[in-house]
C-alpha cells in the first residue's frame, strides 16, 4: 500500500490577484464588484490541495468534501489576496486544514476545509460506472 501520510502542521501560502470574474456581481452571488465569497471559497481550496499535492504519490490527489468558512471584510477587484493554508489533522485520508484570507494584512476571511485523499484513476473509474448504471 502506498504511504498517504502528509507531514503534521505542513504550510503554503499563495497570492491571488481578485479579477473581474472574481467578483460577486459577475458571479451572481451578490449584486457589488467586491472579492465574492464562492471565489474566496476556490481559492483557499486550491491553496489546500496544492499542499496536500506536494506530499502524495503520482496517481494521487485530494478532492474537498467540507467547507466551514467566515467572509469578514471586502476586498475591492485588483486586490492581491494572500490564502494560507495549514494542516490541523489527518484521519487515515481526510485531511483537514485552517484557511486564513488577508488583504494588505487585514484578515478578510477565514475557516476550515476537509479534503479526502484519493487515487485518481480508480476515482474516475468509479464515477463512470455509476454514470453507466444509472441508464
Not at 39 to 65: F, H, Q
Not at 66 to 80: D, F, M, S, T, W
Not at 81 to 107: N, P, S, T
Not at 117 to 128: D, S, V
Request: aromatic share 6%; charged share 30%.
Amino acid at each position: 500500500m502506498t504511504e498517504l501520510k502528509l507531514p503534521q502542521n505542513v504550510e503554503r501560502s499563495m497570492e491571488f490577484l481578485v479579477e473581474e470574474q472574481h467578483s460577486a456581481k459577475f458571479l451572481g452571488s451578490g449584486s457589488v464588484q467586491v472579492f465574492a465569497t464562492p471565489s474566496m471559497i476556490l481559492m483557499m481550496e486550491r491553496t489546500c490541495r496544492l499542499l496536500a499535492d506536494d506530499y502524495l504519490p503520482e496517481g494521487y490527489t485530494t478532492v474537498g468534501v467540507r467547507v466551514c468558512i467566515e467572509h469578514l471584510a471586502a476586498a475591492p477587484v485588483g486586490a492581491k489576496i494572500q490564502v494560507h493554508a495549514r494542516l490541523l489533522e489527518q484521519d487515515g485520508r481526510k485531511l483537514k486544514f485552517e484557511v486564513l484570507a488577508k488583504w494588505k494584512e487585514k484578515l478578510i476571511g477565514k475557516g476550515e476545509h476537509d479534503r479526502f485523499i484519493i487515487n485518481h484513476e480508480r476515482f474516475m473509474k468509479r464515477l463512470e460506472e455509476s454514470l453507466r448504471s444509472n441508464d
